[in-house]
């Protein structure tokens, strides 16, 4: 009886992964519906004709500069971000060192 039972909860498993897969060509931005309003998401392709405000800034805080992979890897991501925005490292507020406390 156990062995059904595991048997037909990993088959449940396996098909709840698959059921919500697709296949990833549709670039249409998505509807999210909360209970005080709807915000409409973009994808990437969609911000050509988005223009960043002039006083816009970001800001990102790291325990270590780039000499270490880990926040290096957050630092590039950001910076790719804001030039995928028609931003430059102007609009970046980057404080490395900081320590965790």
Same mark, same amino acid.
């Given at each position: 009886? @156990?062995?059904?039972?595991?048997? %037909? $909860? ?6 709840? $992964? ?7 060509? &549709? !670039?249409?931005?998505? =509807?999210? @519906?909360?209970?005080?309003?709807? %915000?409409? %998401? ?6 050509? +004709?988005?223009?960043?405000?002039? +006083?816009? @800034? %970001?800001?990102? *805080?790291?325990?270590? +500069? !780039?000499?270490?992979?880990? +926040? @290096?890897?957050?630092? &590039?991501? $950001?910076? =790719?971000? *804001? ?19």
């Amino acid at each position: 009886m @156990k062995k059904l039972l595991t048997l %037909v $909860m990993a088959l449940v498993f396996a098909l709840g $992964m698959f059921a919500g897969c697709g296949n990833g060509a &549709d !670039n249409t931005p998505v =509807e999210l @519906k909360t209970k005080t309003n709807n %915000v409409q %998401v973009k994808t990437a392709e969609n911000y050509s +004709d988005y223009t960043l405000p002039a +006083d816009f @800034k %970001v800001g990102l *805080i790291c325990l270590h +500069d !780039n000499l270490s992979t880990y +926040d @290096k890897n957050f630092i &590039d991501a $950001m910076k =790719e971000a *804001i030039a995928e925005l028609g931003g430059t490292e102007a609009n970046l507020m980057l404080k490395t060192g900081i320590p965790e406390g």
